[in-house]
């Protein structure tokens, strides 16, 4: 009888959102970049470890809203592309040691506020 009961117990497990699986991707790639960046000079290879992950998820997000069956506004989506473009320039002088990473830690927390306020409400 436990058995059974353990077959057809629901799940304890939370259903992800697509954009909750977006916040995720976020904000795992977001405490990476943080984590490194307070390492200093020592962490720069964890920094670009972390530099790479962030320019894949924005590389993928891009191409994403490149489709046409992307269903965002138009103007959401282009703001996006020039986000990933944005990013990928902003962390070239990131690794130059030309810049700072801070701006794509705002960008990126920016961009999980909007999502968890969009999942919040729906």
Do not use: C
Request: overall charge positive; aromatic content about 6%.
């Amino acid at each position: 009888m436990n058995m059974a009961k353990t077959a057809y117990a629901t799940n304890q497990a939370p259903i992800r959102t697509p954009r909750g699986t977006e916040y995720e991707a976020f904000a795992r790639v977001t405490r990476r970049l943080k984590a490194a960046s307070e390492l200093g000079r020592p962490g720069f290879a964890r920094l670009a470890e972390a530099l790479h992950l962030n320019r894949q998820l924005w590389t993928m997000l891009a191409a994403d809203v490149a489709e046409r069956e992307n269903g965002l506004p138009e103007d959401l989506r282009a703001r996006i592309f020039y986000l990933s473009e944005f990013t990928a320039q902003h962390s070239r002088k990131v690794l130059r040691q030309e810049e700072d990473v801070a701006v794509l830690l705002e960008v990126n927390m920016a961009v999980m506020r909007g999502l968890r306020t969009k999942e919040q409400a729906a």
